[in-house]
């Protein structure tokens, strides 16, 4: 987890370097602003500001709360909006002020963000007013915790954890999780950069260290988690692809052909894997076995995220905007246009099109602003 001076600056390694131009320049940029401020206001602590131009800021993640969707970005800019993405308003209360990359709900009432600085947030009135459960202070404590139980119980993974454990105790709290999934209200995982991994069993009350459960010894950037009925797999740089049967209690690497970053995937119903990252490459395996296939989209533009849709499509949407849809299970795809709001970070389905996350805000795409070609 020692970082070079390349790291240090960008905050990621290079091979990750098209996608931080889009997801994370920016919101890095505003953390050091902020970080320069931090002997007046500490961003850990200092509320969000709530501010009129907030829905025009970077905007990383999505997610659904029962008819109504939550976008989170950066400087703790958490919006809401109950009319499927046409309209946002700004949350009421975020108790921190770092960039948030992720969100998710369990239910209509209880969700959980997490973003830089290793904190992870909680609500439980539909994201109005959230709390900390976890920042990279605590998160550093706990990676410690797990090397030395390791060692205590004889494992032999227990001193490089430990080590690194280490490194994080004493670079603090500057390290960002890029993403978090509930299973359901009890059961989640947060993972993020230089290998960061943790669990939860009981809603966040307690989280605690599964750093040394992945067999990840370079300690890759870790950015998406996609689970289905009976596998868990994590996503991340340089081909770090990590799978678990038995909901995250074992992981085992997962062969691919391609060794770049897939920074999103989908487990469809019949088994079929399909992930997708850098410079437009996306891979399929049929039911979870044989050989991998590469899909061509006819870009190299580098895909951010993808959604199945209620009708059973698939769409992937990328840094440029573009959005390519399958029906065919994922064999092929086609260009269905791009959104006008430039690169889309994250899409969900609404009523009436899509909720897209983008560096201008949280919009709504469908036919009637979707235009025609692409940058390909």
């Known amino acids: 987890m020692k970082r070079n001076n390349v790291d240090s600056l960008f905050g990621f390694s290079m091979p990750s370097f098209s996608l931080i131009i889009l997801l994370l320049a920016i919101s890095l940029t505003a953390d050091a602003e902020y970080a320069a401020e931090s002997t007046l206001e500490d961003v850990l602590v200092s509320p969000a500001k709530q501010n009129k131009s907030s829905i025009q800021s ?59 600085s290793g904190v992870i947030l909680a609500t439980q009135d539909g994201g109005n007013t959230w709390h900390k459960q976890l920042d990279g202070f605590k998160a550093a404590e706990l990676a410690m915790e797990e090397a030395e139980a390791l060692i205590a119980a004889g494992d032999s993974r227990g001193e490089r954890a430990k080590r690194n454990a280490g490194y994080l105790i004493k670079e603090g709290a500057d390290k960002p999780f890029l993403d978090v999934y509930f299973a359901n209200q009890f059961d989640g995982w947060a993972i993020g950069a230089y290998g960061l991994a943790f669990a939860t069993n009981d809603g966040g009350e307690h989280w605690y260290s599964i750093i040394a459960r992945l067999p990840n010894p370079a300690g890759k950037h870790l950015y998406k988690v996609v689970r289905s009925t009976n596998e868990l797999i994590i996503l991340g740089e340089q081909a770090a692809v990590f799978t678990s049967s038995d909901n995250g209690n074992a992981f085992s690497a997962l062969d691919t052909p391609y060794y770049g970053s897939f920074f999103d995937g989908l487990l469809l119903e019949d088994g079929t894997r399909l992930l997708y990252g850098l410079r437009g490459n996306v891979w399929r395996q049929t039911k979870g076995k044989g050989r991998w296939k590469r899909v061509k989209l006819g870009s190299e533009v580098t895909l951010t995220s993808g959604v199945v849709t209620t009708d059973g499509q698939i769409l992937l949407a990328d840094q440029s905007g573009q959005l390519f849809v399958s029906a065919d299970s994922a064999k092929s795809f086609s260009l269905m246009g791009q959104a006008p709001f430039g690169g889309i970070t994250d899409i969900i389905q609404a009523q009436s099109g899509f909720a897209v996350s983008t560096a201008r805000g949280a919009h709504l795409v469908n036919d009637a602003n979707l235009v025609s070609g692409g940058a390909r």
């Open 58 to 116: 970077l905007q990383l993640g999505l997610a659904h709360v029962g008819n109504n969707v939550v976008s989170v970005g950066e400087r703790g800019v958490i919006l809401l909006s109950d009319d499927e993405g046409l309209h946002w308003t700004q949350a009421k209360k975020v108790p921190v002020s770092v960039t948030l990359t992720a969100v998710t709900f369990s239910d209509p009432l209880n969700g959980w963000a997490a973003g830089h």
